[in-house]
């Protein structure tokens, strides 16, 4: 069975850092892509907000809220991801979903982690 761990949540003060890793065990395929979502606080009811992704190309995407501030890096045929974030805002405060999607045509997510930032 395929399961995605996340590690690396907390709370951190505004202005501080913090790294998020995720890693796919369990799986047989290809991953084509994998990313970090976020669900912030009131949202429970709207889909996960895209962060960061690396695509099936190898490259990268951001929304324009985290460009300069977070980096994601990960090596696919591993099945590792990270999300390093610097500079937290408080808005950035949410629960993190590590995400992938392999070439069988199924997703995974992992279970969530915290991240609080304070002002």
């Known amino acids: 069975q395929v399961e995605l761990v996340e590690s690396g949540g907390g709370l951190v003060q505004a202005g501080g850092s913090l790294r998020l890793s995720c890693v796919v065990s369990?799986?047989?395929?290809?991953?084509?892509?994998m990313g970090w979502y976020r669900r912030t606080p009131g949202k429970e009811r709207e889909p996960r907000e895209m962060v960061a992704r690396i695509t099936s190309e190898g490259t990268t995407d951001y929304i324009d809220a985290v460009k300069g501030r977070f980096t994601i890096s990960g090596d696919k045929s591993k099945g590792i991801v990270s999300l390093q974030m610097n500079n937290l805002k408080p808005e950035d405060t949410a629960v993190y979903y590590c995400a992938a999607d392999f070439d069988n045509n199924s997703g995974r997510w992992g279970q969530g982690t915290q991240v609080t930032v304070s002002s």
């Open positions: 369990g799986n047989r395929f290809r991953i084509n892509g």
